[in-house]
């Protein structure tokens, strides 16, 4: 696609909840990165592919976050059993091999209540 | 990954130059400088990039040092629309699948 597409784009959840938020990256696209961003701060990273294959999850926050990118194109983040401090914006991006930078995508605005 | 410091705001006027500059003492052999604009409610927008010596593109000029221990990133003649937070980083070259550190970045707010 034209650009990185992320879906929901507002996600409102009761706490104990599974999500699961996508990410369509930018077509051909090899690396997808995932990253939580609180407001008034800058983005804090979770976790990266190259293809399919999952790089670092070192930023993943515990064992109820996970990520995979099955087909080296879309990719999913899951969240079990949510919780309050989860509340975030969850931001997607993809970068080519050309060094010109990450294109990030609109984000999902995940609320848990 | 190497820790950058910036200032965590400034203020301009419309049609002045604006330098911000970040520090990053601890910047590996390999590692680039990367700037990103983030306009509130959307994702961080990459700017501009370098390694050495002074980047230029449409946007922005990027002045790096010979000891690359702190860069400037150079917006010629800002303008209202120029208002938003931008962040320093370095490290691998974007594309390689390396992952980048955000810090709090600036916030710069321009003023008529």
Redesign the interface.
């Known amino acids: 696609g034209a650009g990185?597409s992320q879906s929901p784009r507002y996600k409102v959840t009761k706490r104990g909840q599974d999500v699961a938020l996508r990410c369509d990256p930018i077509s051909g696209h090899?690396?997808l990165?995932w990253?939580r961003q609180a407001l008034?701060?800058?983005?804090?990273?979770l976790t990266?592919f190259?293809y399919e294959a999952q790089?670092?999850k070192s930023?993943l926050p515990n064992d109820r976050f996970s990520a995979e990118r099955p087909e080296g194109s879309i990719s999913t983040l899951t969240i079990q059993r949510t919780e309050q401090r989860d509340s975030a914006m969850y931001?997607c991006?993809s970068?080519?091999?050309?060094?010109?930078?990450?294109?990030?995508?609109?984000?999902t605005r995940l609320t848990v209540v | 990954l190497a820790k950058t410091t910036q200032p965590i705001s400034m203020d301009s006027y419309e049609g002045q130059e604006v330098n911000i500059t970040c520090s990053h003492n601890n910047i590996a052999t390999n590692d680039y400088i990367t700037w990103y604009q983030q306009f509130p409610s959307q994702g961080p927008r990459f700017i501009i990039q370098g390694y050495k010596t002074k980047v230029t593109n449409e946007v922005a000029s990027l002045f790096i040092p010979a000891d690359r221990k702190s860069s400037t990133l150079s917006l010629p003649r800002v303008s209202l629309s120029d208002t938003a937070v931008y962040y320093c980083l370095v490290g691998g070259l974007t594309g390689g699948g390396n992952k980048l550190t955000f810090g709090t970045g600036t916030q710069l707010k321009v003023e008529l």
């Open positions: 990185v090899v690396s990165y990253y008034g701060q800058g983005p804090e990273f990266y190259n790089q670092d930023g931001r991006a970068s080519s091999t050309g060094g010109d930078g990450y294109t990030f995508g609109s984000g």
